[in-house]
């Protein structure tokens, strides 16, 4: 089993294992959650994952919807912060990978985002970079529509 929690302990959850893909997010957005040049994030599906305790020490916030639907949503500990897993999980969802205990036995895949890396954050490993418009080319097999406001929908706006 690959063990997990917050920073305080109060959620703790156990996978059987990690899918993946592992990846590395460099959006505004993730920076934010994380605090940090990127965000990585674990593939899991639901029938490996088991939350053990803490339920209710989960919130969520889900940031303004700039472009389309499903909001982006940070779950966090209301008591240390930190972030968690979802409180309810779909089939397939990710876990920020600095909250596991144990190895989840993949490295990660990719970067992604990468257009948004800030200045100060230089990607010095060998690992793939994929921009918004390469990583939905990966991961539809088509072109990202020509409509799509990719500026407004990525940045933060603090308008
Ligand atoms: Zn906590
Ligand atoms: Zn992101």
């Known amino acids: 089993m690959i063990r997990g929690s917050c920073l305080c302990g109060a959620v703790k959850f156990q996978l059987l294992k990690a899918v993946g893909p592992f990846e590395m997010c460099h959006c505004n957005r993730c920076r934010k959650k994380s ?10 599906v639901a029938e490996d994952y088991q939350l053990l305790c803490g339920k209710e020490q989960i919130c969520a916030y889900s940031a303004p919807i700039l472009y389309a639907a499903p909001a982006y949503t940070s779950y966090f500990c209301k008591t240390c ?10 089939d397939f969802f990710e876990i920020p990978a600095g909250l596991l205990d144990d190895s989840p036995g993949i490295k990660p895949d990719r970067h992604i985002f990468t257009e948004f ?7 010095s490993d060998e690992l793939p970079q994929y ?7 990966l991961r539809h097999g088509k072109d990202l529509p020509p409509e799509t406001k990719i500026k407004s929908h990525y940045d933060v706006d603090n308008a």
């Open 117 to 123: 890396t800030p200045e100060w954050d230089e990607i």
């Open 131 to 137: 921009t918004l418009k390469q990583l939905y080319r």
């Open 81 to 90: 912060g930190s972030p968690t897993p979802p409180d309810v999980v779909s």
């Open 35 to 44: 605090g940090s040049s990127n965000l990585s994030m674990v593939g899991v």
